[in-house]
C-alpha cells in the first residue's frame, strides 16, 4: 500500500482544532513565570540624553529593569546579519552593529529602550510607563523613493548616506545594447508594496536559567530552534552552545517572520539570570506591527527590449530596497541572491542586468516573508510582460507561451544561477489556458457589465526556486552557515517509529506528510509515527523550516534515513529466515523471502534488534539511524495563475470573483496540504495586491498603521473558493522528487490580481496602478481617467 499521494487528513488538527496545542505562553503560565515589558521608542529617530529608571524600579511587583548600558556591560554582543553582500565596485556593505537594546539612541519606532520585569505584565507596563527618557527628536527617513537624494536625512549620522550597499547582476552593456536593438522598448515603474506577515500567534519567548547546572533553556516561537541557538552562543548571548537549549513548540504561523534571532530572545535569558527566576515576554499584536520583520518593500523601475513578434530580447531591473534601520538576519539577500537569480523566471531570455541599492530608513527592518524575493521579482517580470503585450497588441497568454523555455531544452541553464532539472511549461501553459475557460469569459464580462460592474482577467506565469539550499552554493553566495537537512529514525522494541526531525512544522502539515513518506517505505500506517521537531535538546541537528525546504530537504532526509533502517532490519530478517538481506523484500509492514512462504512482521523484526543474543559478527543492536542530508540543488516548482476580477466603479471596490491555479510542484505527497497551501498563498497575495500596505509618516516616522483597524486585512469573504489544477513532473535532484509548493500563490498571485485589474481598468486609459489597489486608489484612478477623457472631448 503506498501512503506517498493520499489526501489524509492532518494528524495534528485535533490538537490544534480543540485547543489542546502546546504554546510558548502556556509553557510560562506552568512555570508562573514573570513578566517582561519592552519600553519602546515612539520617535523614528532620537538620541537618548538620559534614562531614570529609579522611580519604576521602586513600583510594586517590580523586579528587574534592563538597559543598554546593562548590556554592554554584560559583553551581550549585537544581532546578527547572517548574509553579508559585496557591492559591485568591491567593497563590503555598511555593516552597523544591531544592538539588543541601543544605548544611546534610537532608530525607527519600536526599538526597544529598556525591559522592565515584574510579577505580572499590568505591574511591568505601569513600571515601564514611569521611566523618564530624555529624547532628543532628530530629522527621520521613511520615503524610499528620496532616500538617496542628496539632503535626504540620514539614518545614522556617522556614514556619508544612506546606502547600505549598490549591488548588480548581469552585463549591463550587453543588456543595453540588446536594447537599443529592440523594435519596441517598453518600461513601468513599479512599487512593492510593504507588508507585515501577522501568523496568528504573535512572537512569544520563555527564559530559564538554572543556576545549579550554569545552563539556559529558551522557549521561542521560532521556525528553526538549532539556529536560534547557534546565534545566541555565537553573537548575542555569548555561552557555549551546549549551555543552550532552544525549545519551539506549537508555532501558529510563521511565514518566514519567525526565522530570524530577536531581541526578547536575549532579554528573558539575561533577565532570567539576574533574577533566577523563568521570564516571558509575549507580543502584543501592536508590538508585533512595531517589531516584527516586514517585508518587500521595493520601488522598481524595469524595461523589456522586444522583437517586433513578441520575442523577449533584454531586460533592465533597477531597485531601491528597503533594509529598515538595522540588518536583519538574512536582509540583504532577499532583494539580491533571492531577487535576481530568478530572472527572467519561466522565459528563455539571455540578456538580463539587475541592479539593487539596498538602503537604511527609520523603519523597522525587513526581511523574508513567505516566497523571499521570488513574489518581487515575478511581480516585476509578470507585470512588465503584461505591459508589453498591452502595447504590441498580443494575447496575454500567447506572449508567454512563445517566450517560454521549450521542453526539450531542459534540463536548463538560466543566465544566472540556476539550472531547472525537469518541467513542460509550454504544455503547463496550454493547460492553463484550457482551465481559464477563454471561451466562457466573454460571457462572464457581459453578465458583469450587466450588473454596471467591470470585469478583468490576470495571468501571471512563473518560475519559483525553492528547497534552500545545497551548502556549497549558498555559501560561496555569502550565506555564513550550510542549508542540509537532519533526520533520525528509530525503532522501538516494540516496532513503534519515532522521527526526528531537524524541520520544524508551524501549522503546514509536516507531522503528516513526513509521517506519510516513513509510512511508504515501512509499511506502518502513519497515524502510528511520532514525528518529534523543535528541540535542540531531543533532535541532533537541525537548519528548519523556510523557502519551501521542509518536504524537499527535510522530507529527503527522511527518506534516506528510513532507507537505511529498512536495509538493517532486512539483514536482521535474513538472519532470522536463513537467508541473505537480497533475499528480503518488505510490502505492508511484512519482511518477505522471495524464496519459500516464509515472513515476519515489521515488530518481530523490531524485537529481535534489541535481543542480540545470536547476531553475527558485525551487526549491532538497536535501530537508530542519522542522516545529515545536503540538497544537490535547488527545487523549481512553476506555475500560471489566472485570476478575474469585478470592479464596481462607483466605490473603486474590487472583487476576485475567480483564482485558477495551474502548478507543477513535483512529487506531491498530500494533496489535501498541497491545496491548502495554495489556499493561504493565495489569501496573502490578494490581501498584498488590494489591501495590505505598511505606512509611516514621513515627517516624523510615527507608524501609522499599528492595529488591523489600520492595516487590513484579507478576510474569508475577500478570497473565492481556489481552483486547483496540477502537473506532476518529478524532481530529479532529490530522493522524494518533490519541488515546494508553499510559497507558489504568494508568488504569482499580486501579478495575475494587479493584471487582472489593470485590464478591467484598460478601456478607461489606465496602464498601471500600484499595489495596493485599494478601493480609494481604483476609484482615483477611474475619476482621473474619467477626467481625462473629458478633457480631450473638449479639446
Not at 216 to 238: D, F
Not at 459 to 467: S, T
Request: charged share 20%.
Amino acid at each position: 500500500m503506498s501512503w506517498v499521494g493520499k489526501p489524509l487528513r492532518r494528524k495534528e488538527d485535533y490538537r490544534f482544532l480543540t485547543g489542546a496545542g502546546h504554546y510558548v505562553a502556556d509553557a510560562a503560565a506552568a512555570m508562573d513565570a514573570a513578566h517582561m515589558y519592552i519600553l519602546r521608542s515612539p520617535h523614528g529617530a532620537a538620541g537618548l540624553r538620559r534614562i531614570d529608571i529609579a522611580a519604576a524600579r521602586a513600583l510594586p511587583g517590580v523586579l528587574d529593569i534592563i538597559t543598554g548600558a546593562d548590556l554592554a556591560a554584560s559583553d551581550i554582543g549585537g544581532l546578527p546579519c547572517a548574509w553579508p553582500v559585496v557591492s559591485r565596485d568591491g567593497s563590503p556593505m555598511v555593516h552597523p552593529v544591531h544592538p539588543v537594546i541601543p544605548v544611546d539612541r534610537v532608530l525607527h519606532v519600536g526599538d526597544p529602550v529598556a525591559a522592565v520585569v515584574a510579577q505580572t505584565a499590568e505591574q511591568a507596563e505601569t513600571a515601564a510607563e514611569a521611566i523618564l527618557v530624555d529624547y532628543e527628536v532628530w530629522p527621520c527617513h521613511t520615503d524610499l523613493a528620496t532616500v538617496l537624494m542628496p539632503g535626504a536625512a540620514k539614518v545614522r549620522a556617522e556614514l556619508p548616506d544612506n546606502l547600505c550597499f549598490d549591488w548588480d547582476l548581469g552585463n549591463a552593456a550587453a543588456v543595453d545594447a540588446q536594447l537599443a536593438a529592440s523594435a519596441h522598448v517598453v518600461t513601468l515603474d513599479l512599487v512593492q508594496n510593504r507588508v507585515n506577515a501577522s501568523p496568528m500567534e504573535t512572537r512569544g519567548t520563555l527564559g530559564i536559567y538554572d543556576r545549579g547546572r550554569d545552563d539556559y533553556t529558551l522557549y521561542t516561537s521560532s521556525q528553526n530552534p538549532h539556529s536560534i541557538r547557534v546565534t545566541l552562543s555565537a553573537s548575542t548571548l555569548k555561552v557555549p552552545e551546549e549551555k543552550i537549549r532552544v525549545i519551539s513548540p506549537d508555532v501558529g504561523g510563521g511565514f518566514g517572520m519567525k526565522i530570524y534571532h530577536y531581541a526578547e530572545e536575549v532579554l528573558v535569558l539575561v533577565a532570567a539570570r539576574r533574577i533566577n527566576r523563568p521570564v516571558r515576554w509575549i507580543a502584543s499584536r501592536l508590538e508585533a506591527f512595531q517589531a516584527d520583520t516586514y517585508a518587500r518593500d521595493h520601488v522598481t523601475r524595469v524595461s523589456l527590449g522586444l522583437d517586433r513578434d513578441g520575442t523577449f530580447r533584454a531586460m533592465k531591473v533597477h531597485t531601491i530596497a528597503n533594509m529598515g534601520a538595522y540588518l536583519s538576519t538574512f536582509a540583504p539577500s532577499i532583494p539580491t541572491f533571492f531577487y535576481a537569480n530568478p530572472f527572467p523566471g519561466p522565459y528563455a531570455l539571455r540578456d538580463v542586468y539587475v541592479h539593487v541599492q539596498g538602503v537604511f530608513t527609520n523603519t523597522t527592518p525587513v526581511d523574508a516573508y513567505r516566497g523571499a524575493g521570488r513574489p518581487e521579482a515575478t511581480y516585476v517580470m509578470e507585470r512588465i510582460v503584461e505591459a508589453a503585450a498591452r502595447e504590441l497588441g498580443m494575447d496575454p497568454f500567447e506572449i508567454r507561451r512563445r517566450n517560454a523555455i521549450p521542453a526539450d531544452a531542459i534540463p536548463y541553464k538560466t543566465p544566472f544561477l540556476w539550472t531547472y532539472d525537469s518541467g513542460d511549461l509550454p504544455a503547463l501553459m496550454d493547460l492553463a489556458r484550457a482551465a481559464a475557460d477563454i471561451d466562457g469569459y466573454s460571457t462572464r464580462k457581459a453578465a458583469t457589465e450587466a450588473r454596471g460592474c467591470l470585469r478583468g482577467m490576470g495571468v501571471a506565469f512563473y518560475m519559483e526556486a525553492c528547497g534552500m539550499g545545497p551548502s556549497k552554493l549558498l555559501i560561496e553566495a555569502g550565506l555564513g552557515g550550510g542549508q542540509f537537512e537532519v533526520a533520525t529514525v528509530r525503532v522501538s522494541p516494540t516496532g513503534g517509529i519515532v522521527v526526528l526531525t531537524g524541520s520544524h512544522s508551524h501549522g503546514q502539515g509536516h507531522e503528516t506528510a513526513f509521517a506519510q513518506i516513513v509510512a511508504d517505505k515501512t509499511g506502518i500506517d502513519p497515524a502510528l509515527i511520532e514525528i518529534v521537531h523543535g528541540d535542540t535538546a531531543k533532535v541532533p541537528y537541525g537548519v528548519g523550516t523556510y523557502g519551501s525546504r521542509s518536504l524537499s530537504v527535510g522530507g529527503s532526509a527522511l527518506a534516506v534515513t528510513t532507507d537505511k533502517v529498512v536495509t538493517k532490519m532486512k539483514r536482521i530478517a535474513a538472519h532470522m529466515l536463513g537467508t541473505d538481506a537480497a533475499d528480503i523484500d518488505l510490502t505492508d509492514g511484512i519482511f518477505r523471502a522471495r524464496t519459500g512462504n516464509r515472513s515476519l512482521h515489521f515488530t518481530e523484526v523490531a524485537r529481535r534488534a534489541y535481543a542480540p543474543v545470536d547476531y553475527p559478527a558485525g551487526m549491532e543492536p538497536g535501530i537508530d539511524e542519522t542522516t545529515y542530508y545536503d540538497p544537490e540543488a535547488f527545487t523549481f516548482p512553476y506555475g500560471c495563475h489566472i485570476v478575474e476580477v469585478e470592479i464596481d466603479p462607483e466605490t473603486g471596490t474590487t472583487t476576485v470573483d475567480r483564482y485558477l491555479a495551474v502548478d507543477d510542484f513535483g512529487r506531491i505527497v498530500n494533496p489535501l496540504i498541497v491545496e491548502g497551501q495554495i489556499h493561504g498563498g493565495a489569501a496573502q497575495a490578494i490581501g498584498q495586491a488590494c489591501m495590505e500596505l505598511c505606512r509611516y509618516d514621513p515627517e516624523t516616522g510615527q507608524l501609522l498603521t499599528g492595529s488591523f483597524m489600520d492595516y487590513a486585512m484579507p478576510r474569508a469573504t475577500d478570497v473565492p473558493a481556489v481552483e486547483l489544477v496540477s502537473m506532476e513532473t518529478i524532481c530529479t535532484t532529490n530522493p522524494v522528487g518533490a519541488k515546494g509548493c508553499g510559497e507558489a500563490s504568494a508568488i504569482a498571485g499580486p501579478a495575475a490580481v494587479i493584471n487582472a485589474i489593470c485590464d478591467a481598468l484598460h478601456d478607461h486609459g489606465v496602464r498601471h496602478l500600484d499595489m495596493p489597489a485599494t478601493p480609494e486608489k481604483v476609484w482615483s484612478a477611474i475619476q482621473a481617467a474619467s477626467l481625462r477623457a473629458e478633457d480631450t472631448a473638449d479639446a
